[in-house]
């Protein structure tokens, strides 16, 4: 089982910048994808952004496609969320998750981080 543990959120006025991190330990870390969802207050969880490892594939919710960018360092076992222009609707609880073959789940969540924007 790996354990993830994520880092970096805050609270940040609208228009800010964060960087959320995901560092992985336990067994080997090799994952097929990476993935960030987030879930808001009296709201169910929602997928953010994922990354392929073989190729670096990545992919977005449409609600933040242009503003957030997920990026990986493997040789640190860390997974990134960059989140640019952020919004109050941004506002949540982000978690990291792993999926380990193409037909698997996400599972392995982490903690999570609290982001918060302010208007």
């Known amino acids: 089982q790996v354990q993830l543990v994520e880092s970096g959120g805050g609270l940040v006025q609208a228009g800010g910048s964060l960087r959320l991190s995901c560092v992985a330990s336990?067994?080997?870390?090799?994952?097929?994808?990476m993935g960030w969802f987030r879930q808001a207050p009296g709201k169910e969880r929602e997928f953010v952004a994922t990354?392929?490892?073989?190729?670096?594939?990545?992919d977005y919710a449409d609600s933040v496609k242009g503003r957030f960018t997920i990026s990986s360092d493997n040789a640190k076992n860390t997974v990134y969320l960059q989140m640019n222009s952020l919004m109050p609707e941004d506002t949540a609880v982000y978690y990291c998750?792993?999926?380990?073959?193409?037909?698997?789940?996400?599972?392995?969540w982490g903690q999570g981080t609290q982001v918060t924007v302010s208007s």
């Open positions: 990354i392929r490892r073989s190729n670096g594939n990545t």
């Open positions: 336990g067994r080997t870390f090799s994952y097929y994808a």
């Open positions: 998750a792993e999926q380990r073959s193409t037909m698997a789940s996400f599972a392995s």
